[in-house]
């Protein structure tokens, strides 16, 4: 493919990932451009590591007015960009490429996505005791996010105690703050008493087909979590989510994420401003796409 495939009517936007095959991109894409009467075309691409960097710089420069990029190419991307949203390069990850006047510029729209997603679900975290479970790419991100937008507190718990506390110590570093801490999984028993915390579940325990799974199974740690955020849509509602909600804490799924990162992309891409209403019917859209998708 090539510039040529360029119309002034079509709209050229797509997914660089590996795989991409289950992506719900397409849903949310489509429905906002029928919404718009956008012409789009929303092109999910398998790409090669060694195919990268010609796809970016000869596709996506070449034809396109936006795309995404997925697992594992999030932070590999970066090098074929010309520049980056300040956001994305504290992130350290790129989901959203934009054509813009300077070149391809990268920006992360998972983290302002979440955001978005825990404001219309209420979820407040400013002052919050804020547990993140997991010390992934995806929780450095959560982590920077809950720092910037007021936590009281942050825990990293993970497995890997090491990556924890990298983590911790790149946050000191970047945003000079005294309020993270990382711990080993198993020490939960250590938090602190006398909190009720706002957990992030942002491993990859539980994740469609090992439903039965939640990275922590202790009844005990759920009574301390007043709301459960996970970040996996797939099953709608995970065995973590079951457990803060049998202690009466209030648990989401990662879904409303997943939408809102779109919906900030479509707006970057397309220079339009999404009514919450239409996010609202996109969701609709998205959580019966993923329904009628049953194992
Ligand atoms: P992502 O980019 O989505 O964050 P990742 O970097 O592979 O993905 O991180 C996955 C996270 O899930 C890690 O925190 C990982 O723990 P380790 O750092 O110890 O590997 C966590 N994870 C995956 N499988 C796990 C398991 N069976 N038990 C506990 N944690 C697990």
Same mark, same amino acid.
């Given at each position: 493919?090539?510039?040529?495939?360029?119309?002034?009517?079509?709209?050229?936007?797509?997914?660089?990932?590996?795989?991409?095959?289950?992506?719900?991109?397409?849903?949310?894409?489509?429905?906002?451009?029928?919404?718009? /009467?956008?012409?789009?075309?929303?092109?999910?691409?398998?790409?090669?590591?060694?195919?990268?960097?010609?796809?970016?710089?000869?596709?996506?420069?070449?034809?396109?007015?936006?795309?995404?990029?997925?697992?594992?190419?999030?932070?590999?991307?970066?090098?074929?960009?010309?520049?980056?949203?300040?956001?994305?390069?504290?992130?350290?990850?790129?989901?959203?490429?934009?054509?813009?006047?300077?070149?391809?510029?990268?920006? #992360?729209?998972?983290?302002?996505?979440?955001?978005?997603?825990?404001? =219309?679900?209420?979820?407040?975290?400013?002052? =919050?005791?804020?547990?993140?479970?997991?010390? /992934?790419?995806?929780?450095?991100?959560?982590?920077? @996010?809950?720092?910037?937008?007021?936590?009281? +507190?942050?825990?990293?718990?993970?497995?890997?105690?090491?990556?924890?506390?990298?983590?911790?110590?790149?946050?000191?570093?970047?945003?000079?703050?005294? #309020?993270?801490?990382?711990?080993?999984?198993?020490?939960?028993?250590? !938090?602190?008493?006398?909190?009720?915390?706002?957990?992030?579940?942002?491993?990859?325990? /539980?994740?469609?087909?090992?439903?039965?799974?939640?990275?922590? =199974?202790?009844?005990?740690?759920?009574?301390?979590?007043?709301?459960?955020?996970?970040?996996?849509?797939?099953?709608?509602?995970?065995?973590?989510?079951?457990?803060?909600?049998?202690?009466?804490?209030?648990?989401?799924?990662?879904?409303?994420?997943? @939408?809102?990162?779109?919906?900030?992309?479509?707006?970057?891409?397309?220079?339009? =401003?999404?009514?919450? +209403?239409?996010?609202?019917?996109?969701?609709?859209? !998205?959580?019966?796409?993923?329904?009628?998708?049953?194992?």
């Amino acid at each position: 493919m090539n510039s040529q495939n360029r119309t002034d009517s079509i709209r050229q936007c797509g997914l660089i990932g590996n795989p991409v095959g289950h992506t719900l991109s397409p849903v949310i894409h489509n429905r906002l451009a029928q919404a718009f /009467g956008h012409n789009l075309e929303y092109q999910p691409m398998q790409v090669e590591p060694e195919d990268l960097e010609k796809t970016v710089r000869e596709y996506v420069a070449g034809c396109m007015a936006g795309c995404n990029v997925t697992v594992p190419y999030k932070s590999a991307v970066i090098a074929h960009l010309d520049c980056l949203d300040s956001l994305a390069k504290e992130i350290g990850a790129v989901n959203t490429i934009v054509p813009t006047a300077e070149g391809l510029k990268g920006y #992360n729209t998972d983290m302002p996505g979440l955001l978005r997603a825990m404001e =219309e679900d209420g979820v407040k975290i400013r002052g =919050e005791q804020v547990l993140i479970l997991g010390a /992934g790419g995806v929780a450095r991100a959560v982590a920077l @996010l809950m720092l910037k937008e007021g936590a009281k +507190e942050v825990y990293l718990l993970n497995r890997t105690l090491e990556k924890a506390e990298t983590i911790v110590q790149e946050m000191q570093a970047v945003m000079g703050c005294t #309020n993270i801490h990382a711990l080993q999984l198993e020490e939960y028993n250590q !938090l602190p008493l006398g909190h009720n915390y706002l957990a992030i579940q942002a491993t990859s325990v /539980g994740l469609y087909p090992c439903v039965e799974r939640a990275v922590i =199974e202790d009844v005990e740690f759920y009574k301390r979590i007043h709301t459960g955020y996970d970040l996996i849509y797939r099953p709608a509602e995970t065995k973590f989510m079951k457990f803060v909600k049998a202690q009466g804490g209030k648990a989401y799924n990662g879904l409303k994420m997943l @939408l809102y990162q779109a919906v900030i992309a479509y707006e970057l891409w397309h220079r339009v =401003e999404i009514p919450k +209403e239409l996010a609202q019917q996109t969701y609709q859209v !998205l959580k019966d796409a993923v329904e009628q998708r049953k194992e």
